[in-house]
């Protein structure tokens, strides 16, 4: 039932006056009665909507056509007569509302709703039916159209508001959609949070523990970032800060494995060279590309003992705090990041000296890598190490906070800390 291209379309106005040629495909001109126009624009925000009509039948889409003239209601009204000529047009522009008729030469029935959702973005979709076609309208609307209009039954007043609501319902469902999403983001964020972040299991109170997580600027979810701390019955502190390369849920579902075997495999008795090279046989094994790495540091304390074992993989130094003689920063011998290189590498362990009082602040680069000016200029480990110097001698909590706030200060220029921030500060109080 299809037009020629040169098909003449009277008047939409239904009065006499200038025809109109309508195409495959176009704006078709609407005439409308200035009296009413202002307050029929008001309807719409003062933008008229864009409708996209797919209708083959010229004798149905001059019936639209005069019903949105006749509604003076402005609309910005395109036809196409086939379904790919209405995909052309969607790829081109989403409208804001598309009636669809539901028997086109090359699309019948749901079907042809289907792949007009498919892509619909954002618009309202309503189907045109027949009188003898109600079902068909009900079993459309089920299907995700936002409604249904009987061709013939339908008066202009109506047909506008229509597609009025037609429109809103589509913005309540997208509303409602994103608020789902929002909270399944949520409720993502918390299981990540609880992985990555979780309770240190300590046996007695010999080691106080202050820990901080703060995402990048542009993290909707957190990052690779982890921490953990573990006693186990020999009296040893065992503490961990890590950090997986990228962003995202892949990244961050990586680093929770990462913490979780740690934990397991500390518990295990793993110590030194093993536990590295277990952690990155776990890393190889769960990441999702070669190019996925980590970088951490471990540290092994005994309450008795003036020194700590320190191992690093590609990871910053740690900052030592002594009442004696302030903050210091720990640059151990390290190895390379894990994943690099995987089974060829080795990771030493480092005695480092360490007050019995003392107190210990890991982090990952997070904090250390924003621009602290318009160039290429970074905080970097030893600007930190300034900023420690100037609160050494402040409580744990006020320590590392006053370190993050100033970091993320400096680099507010660059526009603030762009990664994930991690500190886990270990503070003895010298009971044995």
């Not at 006749?70 to 790829?91: N, Y």
Request: net charge negative; glycine share 10%.
């Amino acid at each position: 039932m299809g037009t020629g291209p040169n098909t003449a379309v009277r008047s939409t106005s239904g009065r006499p006056g200038t025809s109109s040629s309508s195409g495959a495909r176009g704006h078709v001109p609407v005439s409308r009665d200035t009296t009413r126009g202002d307050a029929a624009e008001a309807l719409w925000n003062g933008r008229p909507p864009t409708v996209l009509l797919i209708e083959d039948d010229p004798g149905d889409a001059l019936l639209v056509e005069e019903l949105v003239a006749d509604s003076e209601v402005p609309l910005r009204l395109s036809l196409a007569r086939t379904l790919a000529e209405a995909v052309t047009a969607l790829e081109a522009e989403v409208p804001q509302c598309i009636l669809l008729d539901l028997h086109l030469p090359d699309a019948q029935g749901l079907e042809a709703l289907e792949r007009v959702l498919v892509h619909s973005g954002g618009a309202a979709v309503v189907v045109l039916t027949g009188l003898a076609e109600e079902q068909a309208g009900l079993a459309a609307v089920a299907a995700g159209a936002q409604d249904y209009l009987i061709k013939g039954r339908v008066e202009p007043d109506l047909f506008v508001r229509a597609i009025r609501y037609a429109m809103q319902r589509k913005h309540a469902e997208q509303a409602a959609s994103a608020l789902q999403t929002s909270r399944l983001r949520a409720q993502e964020n918390a299981r990540l949070e609880r992985g990555l972040l979780p309770t240190p299991l300590l046996l007695d109170t010999s080691v106080a523990i202050c820990a901080r997580y703060q995402p990048g600027r542009s993290q909707a979810l957190l990052g690779g970032d982890f921490y953990d701390v573990v006693q186990t019955p020999d009296g040893m502190t065992h503490a961990v800060v890590g950090d997986v390369s990228g962003h995202g849920p892949d990244e961050a579902a990586l680093g929770v494995c990462l913490r979780v075997a740690w934990r397991s495999f500390v518990l295990a008795g793993a110590r030194g060279q093993q536990l590295l090279t277990l952690l990155e046989q776990i890393l190889v094994a769960e990441r999702s590309g070669p190019e996925i790495f980590a970088t951490l540091t471990c540290l092994t304390r005994s309450q008795a003992e003036e020194h700590m074992n320190l191992q690093r993989a590609g990871h910053p130094g740690v900052l030592i705090r002594s009442p004696e003689t302030g903050v210091r920063l720990e640059e151990v011998p390290g190895g390379p990041v894990l994943g690099l290189l995987p089974g060829q590498a080795s990771w030493p362990v480092t005695p480092v000296p360490v007050h019995r009082q003392g107190a210990v602040m890991m982090f990952t680069d997070g904090l250390i890598e924003g621009r602290t000016g318009t160039g290429h200029e970074r905080l970097g480990e030893h600007g930190l190490l300034e900023l420690a110097r100037r609160h050494a001698h402040e409580p744990a909590e006020t320590f590392v906070d006053t370190l993050i706030h100033s970091a993320q200060t400096l680099a507010a220029s660059g526009g603030g800390l762009a990664d994930d921030v991690a500190v886990l500060h270990l503070e003895w109080n010298g009971a044995t």
